[in-house]
């Protein structure tokens, strides 16, 4: 099962296309790319600093989703991965 995050950046914002295979739901996809940022996380060399990597997190989401221009434009489309989704 893959999940692919493609991002671009289209007139000064980030444009993300997440692509997977389509019998994955939104909420596998988002426990899938949430799992990824846990790993991110824990791979930080310290507790402390791992603390630091999560409060970043926390607080990048909570300043997104009090921007609510940053979703004005989000659609989902499904379409076919460019990958096999072995």
Do not use: N
């Not at 846990?38 to 607080?59: M, S």
């Not at 979703?71 to 489309?77: C, E, I, P, T, Y």
């Amino acid at each position: 099962m893959k999940v692919c995050v493609e991002v671009s950046v289209v007139e000064g914002k980030y444009q993300f296309d997440i692509s997977a295979h389509k019998s994955l739901t939104i909420e596998d996809i988002r426990s899938i790319l949430v799992g990824g940022v846990c790993l991110t996380i824990h791979g930080e060399k310290t507790p402390k600093d791992q603390g630091r990597a999560l409060k970043e997190v926390i607080e990048y989401m909570e300043e997104d989703f009090i921007d609510t221009d940053s979703f004005k434009d989000v659609s989902f489309l499904k379409h076919d991965p460019p990958f096999s989704g072995k």
